[in-house]
């Protein structure tokens, strides 16, 4: 049985059949995005700002700058929601209308806090670092308590969420289907590039494991 909306709000009316509001998919999509948009009112006028990301557990983190009155607005209160894609695929299709994008995305929905006390946004740092380098935390420069006090780290609860998903070739109309001309998906993924050291790396100095 398909896992209810949890709200009226969250529920997905356009084209509810690619809405999941499964935890297990939710959480798969944020933690293979890259970056999120979190967009927020602030002085009635709306702002979206791009970031990292990271998950844990039933929260979803993400910081910035202390000084950003837009992070500052995040913690201030108010609504704000929090997206994640991955486009996968140019769907190619026989008429203009019909083209598409494959795609996984996620809307949460919430009101953002602070993590104002040292040893907890330490820690929240350290998962930010450790989720996309395994291990890398230890062997970096401790950081200082000017660089904790200059970094706003924010969280939410992950409990009012949708995730929208397309994985399918093109829906040309039936009439459509012998136009001659090439239709299709086009697959795009993220790709490791390869590594490019800075002036100081030091023999014996490797890049994170995979790369």
């Not at 896992?3 to 999941?20: D, E, L, Q, V, Y």
């Not at 308590?145 to 399918?168: D, N, Q, Y």
């Amino acid at each position: 049985m398909a896992t209810p909306a949890p709200s009226n709000f969250t529920r997905i009316r356009r084209m509810p059949a690619r809405g999941s509001y499964d935890r297990d998919v939710i959480y798969a999509i944020l933690d293979a995005a890259p970056i999120c948009h979190v967009g927020h009112v602030i002085d009635g006028r709306p702002v979206v700002i791009p970031t990292t990301h990271w998950r844990h557990g039933d929260r979803v983190y993400w910081h910035g700058s202390a000084a950003s009155r837009m992070l500052e607005a995040n913690a201030g209160g108010g609504e704000v929601c929090l997206t994640a894609t991955l486009i996968d695929g140019w769907v190619l299709a026989r008429s203009g209308f019909h083209h598409s994008v494959n795609y996984r995305s996620v809307m949460c929905f919430g009101v953002g806090q602070a993590l104002r006390e040292r040893d907890e946004k330490l820690e929240a740092l350290t998962g930010f670092v450790e989720r996309l380098f395994p291990g890398r935390w230890s062997q970096l420069r401790p950081p200082t308590e000017k660089e904790l006090k200059a970094t706003l780290v924010l969280w939410m609860p992950i409990e009012e969420a949708s995730a929208k998903i397309r994985a399918a070739p093109p829906a040309d109309d039936p009439e459509d289907t012998g136009w001659p001309v090439w239709a299709g998906v086009l697959p795009l993924a993220l790709a490791r590039g390869t590594p490019e050291p800075d002036a100081f790396v030091q023999p014996g100095q490797t890049p994170p494991e995979g790369w």
